[in-house]
């Protein structure tokens, strides 16, 4: 299969994770009409963890891994945690489209990051694309502070954690392939909310708590845990396939499915003031992604007082 073939079923598979991750939010979305948010995420990574069990296995890849990769491991569940309990927290009063759009931020929240915490070189363009994303995202969040309150700034909480959930993923990347790395994070993830919801229910701590679902919450637990599988899988099988310089901008996409289903299932369309800080961030996010590849592609200046040739 030439590398041309391959990409085909990487953008295949980028869409389908765009499709599939909505039906995270909207099973999310039901789930915590009923139990708290934190039993929510904490369904969310059992079910992963029963899920991926037997797919690891019957893939070959083994269970062990070493000190650095198990420290990356932990690290990456902390934050996937995080980002979860912001986003679920988010949806249970906030529409899916209006919070998405502003985790939307995590690609700016990532070049930020690496600028000013990593010392990458980051250009003008690429800054200044991303302090216009962020003036998109506040669009989206005045009105949704007015309200429903502090509320919405927790898809920022989600932003930040998503965007370190990433940097970690690369680096751990080179210790181990993707679909074990989410069985890791998956049990990592169980045990740092044990300890953490056993606390909850001790001190009764609002949304920090461990409720067993009744009904139809069994159900929507259950569905966050596996649209979170299927579609992890999908977008880490996508990136094995095609280079993610073609599929980033694919990722808007879900803007899209997320705001059919928010309105097909919850009636929630967003506003026009939604609608201009959702084609800010997009605009703003895919110009990020050009300059990027143009980065990519310009020759590397020699050093100083090397000659060029013979």
Request: proline share 7%; hydrophobic share 55%.
């Amino acid at each position: 299969m030439t590398q041309t073939d391959r990409i085909l079923p990487g953008i295949v598979l980028m869409l389908g994770f765009c499709t599939i991750a909505p039906l995270i939010d909207v099973a999310a979305k039901l789930a915590a009409q009923d139990v708290p948010v934190g039993t929510v995420t904490f369904g969310r990574y059992l079910v992963q963890m029963a899920l991926m069990v037997p797919l690891v296995a019957a893939l070959g890849h083994p269970f062990k891994m070493g000190r650095r990769a198990a420290l990356l491991i932990f690290a990456r569940a902390g934050v996937s945690i995080c980002a979860t309990y912001s986003f679920v927290a988010a949806i249970q009063v906030m529409p899916i489209a209006d919070a998405l759009a502003i985790a939307f931020v995590e690609p700016f929240v990532i070049l930020l990051i690496g600028r000013f915490a990593m010392g990458e070189e980051v250009g003008p363009r690429r800054l200044g694309a991303s302090v216009v994303g962020f003036i998109g995202a506040l669009f989206v969040i005045q009105p949704s502070f007015a309200h429903f309150g502090a509320v919405a700034l927790y898809p920022l909480g989600t932003a930040v954690s998503f965007a370190l959930y990433i940097l970690l993923t690369r680096g751990l990347s080179r210790h181990m392939h993707p679909v074990p790395m989410q069985l890791h994070t998956a049990w990592a993830a169980v045990v740092l909310m044990t300890p953490a919801l056993a606390l909850g229910d001790a001190f009764k701590i609002g949304q920090l708590q461990l409720i067993a679902p009744t009904g139809d919450a069994w159900l929507w637990c259950f569905c966050v845990g596996l649209a979170a599988t299927i579609s992890h899988v999908a977008m880490s099988y996508a990136l094995k396939f095609a280079p993610s310089a073609t599929l980033a901008p694919l990722h808007y996409f879900e803007m899209l499915t997320a705001t059919l289903f928010g309105y097909l299932v919850f009636g929630d369309f967003p506003n026009a003031l939604t609608w201009v800080g959702i084609a800010i961030i997009t605009a703003s996010g895919l110009y990020i992604i050009h300059r990027e590849r143009v980065t990519a592609k310009a020759p590397l200046a020699p050093p100083p007082n090397v000659p060029l040739g013979p």
